[in-house]
């Protein structure tokens, strides 16, 4: 017997498809009801330890465009001085220091090696999130590693941070990097590597910010001229476009907050 698919379930399969692939955050807005409406700013934030130096080179570029941003630290423990000197430095500088992971380990790495979401927690979050601690620092916010995640192990980490971010892809129980809604605690976030390759996707999200309570999430990784690193020059023009429109630079802690 033969089976006919009608023409319209083949047309709404492809549609939804296309929406699924060009699928624009500012949907979202309508979607569902919120609890914890989203402020209007710009949630900046950068990743891993190796790139210490790099960000020390910034700090004053940083206070002197009252950039406030939040620095994600791994391998808490093993810093040297001069790195324990410069997470300092940017904590006193008004920046938050928040938490990497234990040893910079992929989650989808655990689960691969039929480790459990359980033995993440235990090895990657609890164990560095008390080296942290003993160092002084306390943060209410997580960046996973390479942005691997899921909803089991994001339950676990909410027990001890109260907002975690993701990266663009991987959406599942999360929040979009441009948000009208901060329910959950848990976000994606757009990759400041754009400016390289699609920069109006960064410059489009900052101008729709004007006058809408909304927040975009952006990361990056090491600053500095070398290919692959954030120019700061090109950043200028994140900086420009928000004092234009007087939009605020958010810690990551203050998301998901009254
Ligand atoms: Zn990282």
Redesign the pocket.
């Known amino acids: 017997m033969r089976t006919n698919i009608p023409v319209y379930v083949v047309l709404l399969l492809f549609v939804s498809t296309a929406l699924g692939t060009y699928w624009n955050p500012s949907f979202e807005k309508y979607d569902h009801n919120c609890n914890q409406l989203a402020h209007q700013g710009v949630a900046l934030s950068f990743?891993?330890s190796k790139n210490l130096n790099g960000w020390n080179d910034t700090r004053s570029y940083f206070t002197q465009n009252n950039i406030t941003a939040t620095f994600?630290i791994?391998h808490w423990g093993h810093h040297t001085n001069e790195q324990s000197n410069i997470i300092k430095g940017l904590h006193d500088d008004g920046h938050e220091i928040g938490f990497?992971?234990s040893n910079?380990k992929k989650y989808a790495d655990y689960l691969r090696n039929n480790e459990t979401a359980m033995s993440y927690y235990e090895h990657e979050i609890l164990s560095g999130t008390q080296l942290m601690e003993e160092a002084g620092y306390e943060s209410e916010s997580f960046?996973?590693?390479?942005g691997s995640r899921d909803v089991v192990i994001d339950a676990l980490v909410l027990q001890n941070y109260s907002v975690l971010r993701g990266i663009r892809w991987n959406a599942h129980g999360s929040n979009s990097w441009s948000t009208f809604c901060e329910d959950g605690g848990v976000f994606r976030a757009l990759s400041l590597a754009l400016l390289d390759s699609e920069p109006d996707v960064i410059y489009d999200e900052l101008h729709q910010l004007s006058g809408e309570e909304r927040t975009l999430l952006l990361y990056g990784?090491s600053i500095g001229d070398e290919p692959g690193e954030l120019d700061l020059n090109e950043f200028q023009n994140i900086v420009d476009i928000m004092g234009e429109s007087n939009i605020p630079w958010l810690k990551m802690s203050e998301l998901g907050h009254e």
């Open positions: 990743d891993d994600f791994d990497h992971g910079h960046a996973y590693p390479m990784h």
